[in-house]
């Protein structure tokens, strides 16, 4: 079970950007704007991270998971990242939600992914190997949520990561 002090310690390596690489979220097209690597330590590696936006409009992102987590060890570090982020009040008003992924993760092991992806007008939704798990219509949570991993887009369209970099 990963402890509740892994998450302060997370950190990226950068990863050369695919060429051309796009996602399709609904009927937009959306273009791999960075990517990264999340580790623990600076060495242990955790998953990859693909970031997918269109400026102002639909940004998501891909969790590619290098190593096992169970879906405890994952609702775990979403609660921690989450009150660290945005504070106990958030976690409080946002419970319902918070409860809606903690139903919704399950294991993950080599190859398995998470991707999240907001829509400003539509909310949130997340898919696991790209099955539908679950929706969040409040643009506020969506947002918030996303967060975790992109804390906002700087000027030329990059992320300014929600986690430590190496």
Same mark, same amino acid.
């Given at each position: ?5 892994v ?11 695919? %060429?051309e690489? &796009? ?17 623990y ?22 969790l590619?998971?290098l190593? #096992? ?6 609702? #775990?570090?979403?609660? =921690? ?14 419970? %319902?939600?918070l409860?809606?992924? +903690?139903s +919704?993760?399950?294991?993950v ?12 007008? %539509? ?7 790209? +099955?539908?798990?679950?929706?969040f #219509? ?12 992109? =804390? ?6 990059e992320? #300014?990561?929600?986690?430590? &970099?190496?």
């Amino acid at each position: 079970m990963m402890k509740s002090w892994v998450l302060p310690l997370l950190c990226v390596l950068s990863a050369p950007l695919a %060429a051309e690489r &796009q996602s399709a979220f609904g009927d937009a097209r959306l273009d791999l704007r960075a990517e990264a690597r999340a580790c623990y330590l600076g060495f242990i590696e955790l998953f990859d991270v693909d970031y997918f936006a269109r400026p102002g409009a639909e940004r998501c992102v891909e969790l590619s998971y290098l190593r #096992e987590f169970s879906d405890e060890d994952l609702n #775990e570090a979403t609660l =921690k990242v989450f009150e660290e982020r945005h504070g106990r009040e958030a976690v409080d008003r946002y419970r %319902a939600e918070l409860q809606q992924l +903690a139903s +919704a993760y399950r294991p993950v092991g080599p190859g398995d992914r998470y991707t999240y992806c907001t829509d400003p007008d %539509a909310g949130g939704l997340l898919l696991r190997d790209d +099955a539908p798990v679950v929706r969040f #219509e409040t643009a506020d949570f969506a947002e918030r949520f996303l967060q975790i991993w992109v =804390k906002s887009d700087r000027p030329q369209g990059e992320p #300014e990561w929600g986690f430590r &970099q190496c």
